[in-house]
């Protein structure tokens, strides 16, 4: 029989076998802790059979004596183990914290943003780990250890006492089955409720001024109230099996007594044997009864360990192979396929082509013709479906985004800052960034002027609670956190879209300044004026090459529809002409035409 090999754990599995040694030291604490519980219905049985029937009074000082030590360390050893549980639950997500957060970067670039909530699943494992409701869960497995010495008291007192715990462990089961359901559900419809708050917020100036939170907020009360009915049923699932468990307990404990009391008319047990056997059943069955109001809980946290697990399984960490050398900036693009995850259609569409080190490329087409999409599938942010993207013939599959950062500089059209001040930022969130090189970086996108006139200048504190910039000086930072330390490819996807006059001069500069560098640069651009230093132009339409070469050439080709109309020519230069709207809808409702011969490989 061939030999099979076995799935490697996921990283949740793996922080799970890590802390499981400890569980089992937890595990072990509650048995001596369980065992130490005893000593007080021992006590009662001494005190009341042979220090009230002696009269010795150094009896019952040295009883009380050894009881109040055994009631020290019992403390002691709960306290210890509370606090090994917390730790346990830190250790737990101290491990899977960072996976989580990289997980949920790769996943919201893939359209899958689980992020927030396996964060917040994590923090519900920990909470439980390290909560309360986890120690009777410890405690009841040694339930068993107070109905053998209930036997050995009397075997009267021990089946009453067995019988109660298969009540209620019972009990215990029935609860698991009935709300394993609706508590499921209500968590989802939680979860779903949550994002739909959480991106009305994120969206905030949208909402307020289109008039859509009412809107908005019928969809949130749905999805709200559905999860608060589920969670209301849990409750009164729980309520029902909670309060029978304690008729259980309650009445079986009187029935213990009334036993004992039995036996003790006919001679078959002494005072203190009935009072030790009420109290060992007190504290076997306390445990039981205290797990079932806890179980909900428990749930919860399984279901959340179960969804993490789902999360890194379908999207599993990536692991880091060879070091490659530092990239010379020359990109190949080998018949390129991307599709989303939900779609059906690809969004690139078998594209090839070759840039050259130090060549700036404009990409241009209309509106969901996949320029974005090439743009982030050039520096790596989504996985190509098939085909490849290669750096000096290296797939980029084969670098690690932590090994390759260093040597892109992307400026998507929405540009996020991150709280911290603005020479963190341009430097990439490094800490302790060098000075020098932030400056160079500014200077070299133009932002320097602007960063030294805000209130600190470059130690300015920007994003929540600092500074609010424009979107202009954000795009404009993001711009100098692009090119910050000398990147080999920068890749701007609409940089002027934000930009006033002198800004865009400004972007002119940088473009020229990263050309003589020697700088691999692809633009997208709506406005041709940034493209003046282009070597190439790309026209993409439909997911596919409409047109590639020389700038001249390319620009050529799209005026010329225009240039055979007689009607007067708007104002402005050739370029302008070639990008209004009625030249570009003449170029692209026709046949995809064929790229110059002169640098094409597509």
Sequence with gaps: MAKTESTPPSAARRALNAVRPWFLVAGGFSLVTNLLVMVSPLYSYQLFDRVLGSAHIETLVFLTL????????????????????????????RQLAGTLVETGVNGAVLGAPVGGQALRDLSQIRSFIGGPAIGPLFDAPWAPIFIIVMFMLHWALGVTALLSAIILFGLALTNEKMLRKPTTEANKLQVTAQRQAEGAIRSAETVRAMGMLPQLLVRWRRDQEAALQGQERGSDLSAIISGSSKFVRMFVQTLVMAVGAYLLLHGELTSGG?????????????????????????????????????????????????????????????????????????????????????????????????????????VGIYPPSD?????????????????????????????????????????????????????????????????????QGYDTPIGDGGVPLSGGQRQRVGLARAVFGGPRLVVLDEPNSNLDADGEAALMTTIAALKALGTTVVIVAHRPQILADADRLLVMREGEIALLGPRAEVLARIAGPRAADTSPAPKGSSENVAYSSGAWTATTTGRPQQPPPARSAG
């Design 387 to 455: 085909g490849a993207v290669r750096f000096d013939g290296a797939d980029l599959a084969q670098w690690t985004p932590e090994a390759l950062g260093p040597y892109i500089g992307y400026l998507p059209q929405v540009v996020d800052l991150f709280p911290g001040t603005v020479a963190e930022n341009i430097a990439r969130m490094t800490s302790n960034p060098d000075s020098e090189q932030v400056v160079a970086a500014a200077q070299l996108a133009g932002v320097h002027d602007m960063i030294v006139r805000l209130p």
């Design 274 to 378: 009935m009072i030790a056997g009420s109290m060992l059943l007190s504290r076997a069955l306390a445990p039981v009864e205290q797990a079932i109001s806890s179980w909900r809980q428990f749930i919860s946290a399984r279901q959340s360990y179960q969804s993490i697990e789902k999360i890194l399984v379908a999207l599993p960490k990536r692991q880091d192979g060879l070091a490659l050398p530092p990239p010379s900036g020359t990109v190949q693009i080998d018949k390129l396929v991307f599709l989303t995850p939900q779609g059906k259609t690809p969004i690139i569409k078998r594209v090839s082509f070759e840039i050259a080190s130090g060549e700036v490329l404009g990409m241009v087409g209309p509106s969901a013709s996949g320029k974005s999409t090439l743009c982030r599938l050039l």
């Design 66 to 93: 050894i009881a109040a030590f055994a009631f020290l360390i019992l403390g002691w050893l709960d306290g210890l183990r509370s606090s090994l549980l917390a730790r346990i639950g830190t250790r737990f997500e």
